[in-house]
């Protein structure tokens, strides 16, 4: 059993062995009668009486500003000029950064280019390009390995040389579903052609 040190009651100032390691009062009596507790039980009592006068919020002091402006506050930006733009107002602005005005302008081929990759005729186009070449990459000669159609001439430049706009255009160009402008390839070796031109990856000149 573990035996306490003996304390002095602040309130009786009367030596007394506690039964437990925060006890400082020799009984609930001293207790009941300390200053700290009649203080707590004081703003206890200001804090109930000014939150039923909604004049108090828990948490802040009741002398404080409740965070509203007061009347005749003046802000310190009031009347000066800022160059930050909010993100709300970004909207306006889009004609200064989109379009030609954007610094990775490439011509404006983007959204006919996804167009005409989502297309049904695309689709068929991978297809029938796959099954010439025996679903076999003719680079690494691998086969049941994932496979991607490659364009020896790139879409890009197809939409850009025929000035393709819409997917009618698309659809009646017929160097855009020229299977022979096709190459079936893996993906790794498809990787080794971004950026460059089939001719100096592939020899492309076997294929045509």
Not at 151 to 180: F, G, M, P, T, Y
Request: hydrophobic share 30%; with cysteine.
């Amino acid at each position: 059993m573990i035996i306490l040190k003996t304390k002095m009651c602040p309130v009786s100032d009367k030596e007394f062995q506690p039964t437990w390691h925060g006890q400082i009062h020799c009984n609930i009596k001293c207790y009941s009668l300390s200053p700290k507790l009649k203080e707590y039980a004081k703003n206890s009592k200001l804090i109930t009486e000014l939150t039923k006068n909604n004049t108090f919020r828990l948490g802040s002091h009741p002398e404080s500003n409740s965070g509203s402006f007061k009347k005749g506050f003046v802000p310190w930006n009031k009347g000066k000029e800022v160059d930050y733009i909010h993100p709300t107002s970004w909207k306006k602005q889009d004609d200064r950064i989109t379009g030609p005005n954007n610094f990775n302008w490439k011509g404006g081929d983007t959204g006919i280019n996804k167009l005409i990759r989502g297309m049904p005729e695309m689709i068929q186009w991978r297809s029938d390009i796959f099954q010439r070449d025996n679903w076999i990459c003719q680079t690494c000669q691998r086969r049941g390995v994932v496979l991607e159609a490659h364009h020896k001439v790139l879409l890009r430049d197809i939409i850009k040389n025929n000035n393709i706009v819409n997917i009618a255009q698309a659809r009646s160009c017929k160097e855009l579903w020229d299977i022979n402008n096709g190459v079936t390839l893996c993906y790794d070796c498809h990787n080794l052609t971004k950026g460059k031109d089939s001719e100096e990856i592939l020899g492309v000149e076997e294929y045509e």
